[in-house]
C-alpha cells in the first residue's frame, strides 16, 4: 500500500463517517458541520488523486456556499439549541436503503473493474480542465448557464413572492400605511 | 526525497489548529472562576428583543435569497477561473463562449434587478 | 555606491523549487510564517491605535514597552487570565469550536503567500515562501470562504439575539463582497495565465513593451496599473470581506453590542480579534502579491541598485507594500462613517459584479482583439455593435416602477378613520423668536429689507 492508498482509505472513511453523522445527529446545526467535513473529506480524496483544481472548487462552492445556504436556511426557519426532538425519521427503512444503495455501488464497481490497475491520469492543472470544459464540452457548459439562470429566477419567484410586478399594488398600499 | 507541496498547507492548518484548541482549552483553566448567575444570561438591553432566538426565532427570507445569488455567482466565477487561465489558448471562440455564457446568467441578474431582489429593504 | 550591489539578480522560483525543499527546510519555514503572523498582528494592533490617534489628535498607546509599542503584547497576555463566562443558553461544543475555525483558516490561508525570491538558507537553496501549488489562490480563496462558518457559528451558538443577528449580518456581507473579490481576480489570471502566487509575482516583473507616440515604451508590470478597474474592485471588496470601517456592519456598536463575539470572553475573544487582524493582512498580502507586483522593488529602486530583489531584501520590499495597504485600511477607519446596511448591500451587487463582469468581457474582447485573431474591420464593426448594444441596456434598464407620488390631502384622505392626527408634510416651522433676534443682531442689515 502507497500513501495515496492509505490517504484514500482515510479520507473515505471519514468521508462516509461524517455522512452517517449527518442524517443521524439530532441536533440541526451540528448535522450541517458533519456535512462540511464530509464534502471537505471528499475534497481530499480529489486532491489525492491529483484533481487540484476539482478539489479546491469542491472547498470553494460545496463548503463555502451551498451549505452556508443550508445553514442559513436552517437559521431562517428553525435552528433550536439543543436536540430536536421532533424530527420523525423512520430509522430502519432508512438503514436499509441507504446501506442497500451503497453496498450494491462498491458491489457493482469492484465487479466492474475487478484487480484491473490504471495508471493515473496527468493531474487535473487548471490550463487542462479550460482547454477540456471550453474545447470538448461547450454544449453542457452552455445548458449549465440556462441551469445558474432558471435557479436564480426560481430561488426569486419561490423566496419573495412579496415583491415583483404582480404584488407592486400591495407593496404600494403597504408602504402608504408605514 | 521530494515533498509534496500540500503537505506544508496541512502542516500550517494543524499548527494553527492546534494552537487554537490549545488557547480555546487553557484558558478556562488558568482563569479565575467567580459564579454569579447574571452572568450566565445572555446579554440583552433595552426592551424585549423581538426575535428571540431560543425556540421560534425567524429571520428574513432576504438572507436566503442573498445566499442563493451567491451560489449563482461563485459557479459563475469558478468557471471563469480555468477559462482565464487557459484563455491564450482559446482565442475567439472561448472569448464568444463565455460572453453567451455571462449574457445568460446576466438576463436572470437582470430579472432579479426588476423584481427588487437585490434592493435590501 | 557598488559596494551595496551584490552580483546576485532575483530568482524566481518554479513549482519544483517547492517540491525540493528538505524537511527542516519546510519545518523552518512553517515555524516561522506562524511567529510571523502572531508577531505582525501584535504589531498591526499597536500600529492601528498609534495611528487613528494620531489622526485623532491624541498620543495613542505610550505606557508600555518602548513608546507603548508592547502594549498589544500585555493585552494579549492578560486575556487567559480573565474569566471565561460562557452563556447558558449557548451550545457548547460549536461555541468552542467557532474560534477554532475562525483562527485556524486565517492562519491556512498564509501558507501559499510569497516573500521574496530562492534565497541560501542555512546552504540550501529554497524559496522565502512556505508552498506554492498550481491552484493556490484557489487555496487562499478557500480559507476566506470558509471563514464565514467562524462568524455564523459564533453568532448562532452564543444563544444570544445580538450575536446572531450581527453572525448572520456578516456572514451575508462576506459572501457578498467574496463573489466581487473573486470576480476581480479572473482579470490577473487572464493577463498572467497561471494561478500560481509565485507564477503571478514572475509575470509582473516586467510589462511588454507598447507603442507609444512612435516610441517603444516598456507599460508598467504591476497589474495595479494593467488592470486598473481590478484593483479598486479588489481593495474595496477586501474591506468589506474583512468587515473594516467603513463597512464594519456587523459589529455597529450602536445597534448590534459587538456583533458575533458578543457573548465571547478571555482567549476565545481574543482568536476572533486575531483572526481579524490576520485576516486584515492576509488580503493586504494578497493584493500585493496580485496588483502591486509582490516582493519586487518598486521601479525606480531596481534602475540604480541591481541586487535590490537578491537575497532577503525582497523581505523589506513585501512588507513595506503590506504596511503602506494597512495604513490605508486604518486611514479609512480614521476617516469615514460606517455605511447604511442597505447602502452597503446595494453598492456590492448591483455595482460591483455588474462593473467587474463587463470589465473581464471588455479585457477579453480587447486580448482577442489584439491577438489578430479578427480582422480590423470586425473589430471596428463588434466594437460599435457592442457599444450600441451597451447604451440601449443603460437606457432601457428595467427599474422598478415608482409608485405614484400622492399629494398630502390624498394621501390624509386614505388615512384609515380614527387614527391619530398627524401634522401636513409640508408645514412651515415659523424660525423661533430667538433665532430671529440673532440673526438680526448679526446682521443689522437684513432689518430694513
Known sequence: MTVADVLLLALGAVAVGAGVLVVTSAHLVRSGLYLVVSLGAMAGLYLVLGAELVAWVQILVYVGAV???????????????????????????????????????????????????????????????????????????????????????????????????????????????? | MTINPYVPIVGLLILGALFALFSVSVAPIVGPKRFNRAKLDAYECGIEPAPTPIGGGRFPVKFYLTAMLFIIFDIETIFLYPWAVSFDMLGLFGFVEMVLFILTVFIAYAYVWRRGGLNWD | ????????????????????????????????????????????????????????????????????????????????????IIPKTADKVVYFIAPVISATTAFTAFSVMPFGGVVNMFGHQTALQLTDVPVSVLVLLACSSM?????????????????????????????????????????????????????????????????????????????????????????IAAVGETNRAPFDLPEAESELVGGFHTEYSSFKFALFFLAEYINMITVSAFCTTLFLGGWRAPAPITTFWEGANSGYWPLLWFFGKVLILLFGFIW??????????????????????????????????????RSGAISDTTRWVTTGVVAVLVLAIAWGWPSPKKPKQLSIEEELHQRPPGSFPVPPMDLQVPPSPRVRRAVAERDPVSKEV
Open chain 1, 67 to 178: 451549505v452556508v445556504l443550508l445553514l442559513f436556511a436552517v437559521m431562517l426557519t428553525r435552528a433550536p439549541i439543543g436536540p430536536s426532538t421532533d424530527l420523525d425519521r423512520p430509522a430502519l427503512p432508512a438503514v436499509l436503503i441507504g446501506g442497500g444503495a451503497g453496498l450494491g455501488l462498491a458491489a457493482l464497481f469492484a465487479d466492474a473493474f475487478r484487480w484491473t490497475f490504471y495508471a493515473m491520469p496527468e493531474p487535473g492543472t487548471a490550463e487542462r480542465v479550460g482547454e477540456q470544459i471550453f474545447g470538448g464540452w461547450v454544449l453542457p457548459f452552455e445548458v449549465l448557464s440556462i441551469l445558474l439562470l432558471s435557479a436564480l429566477v426560481g430561488a426569486i419567484v419561490l423566496s419573495r413572492p412579496d415583491i415583483g410586478a404582480r404584488a407592486a399594488a400591495t407593496a404600494t398600499e403597504h408602504e402608504r400605511g408605514a
Open chain 3, 1 to 84: 555606491m557598488t559596494s551595496f550591489v551584490t552580483a546576485a539578480t532575483a530568482v524566481d522560483p518554479t513549482l519544483e523549487t517547492f517540491e525540493n525543499d528538505i524537511w527542516w527546510i519546510v519545518l523552518i519555514k512553517l515555524v516561522g510564517v506562524f511567529a510571523l503572523l502572531l508577531l505582525l498582528t501584535l504589531f498591526t494592533i499597536n500600529y492601528e491605535r498609534k495611528v487613528v490617534a494620531r489622526m485623532a489628535v491624541r498620543p495613542g498607546p505610550n505606557q508600555v514597552g518602548p513608546k507603548g509599542w508592547l502594549q498589544s503584547l500585555t493585552d494579549g497576555l492578560k486575556l487567559p487570565f480573565k474569566e471565561e
Open chain 3, 147 to 235: 471563514s464565514v462558518y467562524g462568524v455564523v457559528l459564533a453568532g448562532w451558538a452564543s444563544g444570544s439575539t445580538y450575536p446572531l443577528l450581527g453572525g448572520l449580518r456578516s456572514s451575508a456581507q462576506m459572501i457578498s463582497y467574496e463573489v466581487a473579490m473573486g470576480l476581480s481576480i479572473v482579470a490577473v489570471f487572464m493577463t498572467a495565465g497561471t494561478m500560481s502566487t509565485s507564477q503571478i509575482v514572475a509575470a509582473q516583473a516586467s510589462g511588454d513593451p507598447v507603442q507609444l507616440f512612435g516610441f517603444e515604451v516598456t507599460a508598467p508590470g504591476w497589474y495595479a496599473v494593467q488592470l486598473l478597474p481590478s484593483f479598486i474592485i479588489y481593495m
Open chain 3, 332 to 369: 479609512l477607519r480614521a476617516t469615514l462613517p460606517r455605511m447604511r446596511y442597505d447602502q452597503f448591500m446595494r453598492f456590492g451587487w448591483k455595482v460591483l459584479i455588474p462593473v467587474s463582469l463587463v470589465w473581464i468581457l471588455f479585457l477579453a474582447f480587447f486580448k482577442v482583439a
